[in-house]
């Protein structure tokens, strides 16, 4: 059968993180640098069908293409990270050390690919300042200072929402990663994975690896938004906040209701059963 029971989609979970914490940090950053890129081409997109179709629904519905792309060729994105690599960690299949290695180096090579992708986009946009700024690069614009300066503007108000904005968003996104694993067709994984990735991203949730793409692209297209608000309103609580709706939510609740010792208990509680009714009848 193509469907993957929950419990043996922990197993895999698992298995993922810990082959995830092997790879080189080479691998790490190559392959977090074609997601991060791979994520920015989805964002840009989605931007676009929403300014075509005046329908932001839209733009979260054809979001999911780049998310899709991550996941089918194994890259590596460090929110999805934040569910599977530390839970090896909790499960003693892999060290600490070796959990935040990974973290590190592909939080970077995201960052990278990015950055990279919004800078050949803005080039791309303006033909490197030669050409009057479109509809996308407004929205753009727009959309990098209501990411940081607005929530600045509410002072620690502000920073509660991006904090709890981030935590709903990976709790979805960790859940895409999830369902993927819960088919073995391609046609399979690619719907399970689409649904929780548009749910986040219809609601305007915050994600750290989209904003490594549309911040610092905003700013290079005129965004009234300096380096430090883009990481002290957007950045680091936006990654804190993912790691939490990732890690907990998503990754540590299936592990406790799904993982290896609670799908063992069962069978250990039935042949405990079996040997005493054996010795009730002896």
């Known amino acids: ?7 043996e989609v922990v197993k895999t979970m698992l298995a993922a993180g810990a082959a995830k914490a092997d790879l ?10 074609l997601s991060g890129a791979i994520l920015g081409f989805a964002t840009s997109l989605a931007v676009v069908a929403t300014l075509q179709t005046g329908q932001p629904i839209v733009g979260a519905a054809v979001f999911p293409v780049g998310f899709v792309m991550i996941v089918l060729l194994g890259l590596e994105l460090v929110t999805g990270n ?3 690599v530390m839970l090896a960690g909790v499960d ?5 050390a070796a959990v935040v290695a990974n973290l590190g180096w592909v939080f970077l090579g995201n960052l990278l690919g990015s950055v990279l992708y919004g800078a050949l986009l803005a080039g791309a946009l303006t033909s490197f300042g030669a050409e009057l700024p479109s ?11 209501a990411k940081t300066v607005a929530y600045a503007a509410h002072g620690w108000a502000g920073m509660g929402a991006v904090v709890t904005k981030a935590i709903l968003c990976n709790w979805m996104v960790c859940l895409g990663v999830v369902m993927a694993m819960t088919s073995q067709s391609t046609m399979g994984k690619i719907v399970a994975a689409w649904l929780p990735v548009l749910t986040f991203f219809g609601q305007g949730f915050e994600h750290s690896v989209v904003n490594m793409f549309v911040i610092p ?25 993912n790691l939490v709706g990732g890690f907990l939510f998503t990754g540590l609740f299936l592990y406790w209701t799904y993982g ?15 040997e005493t009714s054996e010795t009730a009848r002896a």
Do not use: C
């Open 1 to 7: 059968m193509d469907y993957v029971k929950p419990t």
């Open 260 to 274: 290896p010792a609670r799908s063992a208990a069962p069978a250990a509680e039935t042949v405990a059963s079996e």
């Open 24 to 33: 080189s940090p080479k691998h790490l950053l190559l392959r977090g640098v």
């Open 82 to 84: 934040f569910s599977v």
């Open 92 to 96: 003693g299949r892999r060290s600490w």
């Open 217 to 241: 692209t905003g700013m290079l297209l005129g965004a009234k938004v300096s380096v430090a608000q883009w990481w002290l309103w957007n950045q680091l609580p936006v990654t804190l906040g």
């Open 135 to 145: 509809p996308l690069v407004a929205k753009i614009v727009g959309i990098a200072e």
